[in-house]
């Protein structure tokens, strides 16, 4: 085997090893999109999309770049790729927020370049690095919010003597057909001080966690009885439009004007989780309601509206 088979056996070689590796980044990509939970404070876009969906092309690009043998261009790209990865993790240590998703997308990026890397191009690779780090701190716009609420954010409002424990879960068409009717009850028992109320997100799936987590970030934003009652209504409508992308869910809440503000929920579930497992719920909707160390628990619309009604007597 000659010098130039050799040389040709090592490029192919390096060529599938660069695309296999542009698809397990590509695959990182797409489980920070559909995980719903990835990192969602860490945000950061390019021209208007989302830095995700720039990476996927970003690996797209690699990827036919690699198949083709375009062995200049493959590297001139993942130098730049590489220049980029550098702002973006400047980027996380300024902030002190890390986002592991982002961290392996990188490291598989340096693992690309590391791979392709020749001696010859060794100047090109510093200039080209240094030109897309510049050129991305122009026009790259991101966003680290991540905070922690000063207590636990526990969903609950008034003071009144009765204790009543709303379970409901945005995608559950009863839970949905009641709201706009136990609405107008919870508001007149609320303002008589006649009870104190949780609301307690019942996530039956993936998308339903989503939910609940949206719900307590907009209280983050501002805790309050009638904040809690629009967000339900909005992420009800939202979950009767069928939106289940983060991004298209936040997109729907920004045009009704609703604020929210990203904290760590884990406290907080692990209280809501609790009561659950006392309560022993087992569907949605169900209301507990617990008046002189009585605790009864109703299930269904008609049951509920009925018990809600009574304490207004």
Known sequence: MNRRMIRDFLVQYRIYHTAILALFAIGVEIYYIVCHEACAYLRGELFGIPLEYVGIGYMVLIILLALAKKAFFLFLSLSVGVGIEFYLIGFQIWHSVYCIYCLTFGGLLILMFLV???????????????????????????????SY??????????????????????????CRSMESKIEPILEEL??????????IDTPSTGVSTMYARYFLYILNERKDFNRALLARSALVGAAFKKIRERDKLEEYLREKGI??????????????N????TDKINS???CVIIKNDEVKKYTGINDILDALKRLKE
């Open 116 to 146: 392709n890397f020749e001696q010859r191009w060794k100047r090109l690779s510093i200039l080209s690095g240094i030109v897309g780090l510049i050129l991305f701190a122009i026009f790259f716009k991101g966003t680290a919010t991540f």
């Open 149 to 174: 609420a000063n207590e636990i954010l526990i969903p609950e409002f008034g003071s009144g003597p009765v204790k009543v424990r709303l379970y409901t879960d945005y995608f559950c068409p009863p």
């Open 190 to 199: 609320f303002e008589k001080n006649k009870i104190t109320i949780t609301f």
């Open 259 to 272: 604020k929210f503000q990203f904290f760590d929920p884990k406290a907080t579930f692990d209280v809501l």
């Open 274 to 277: 609790g009561h659950l497992k």
């Open 284 to 286: 949605t909707p169900t």
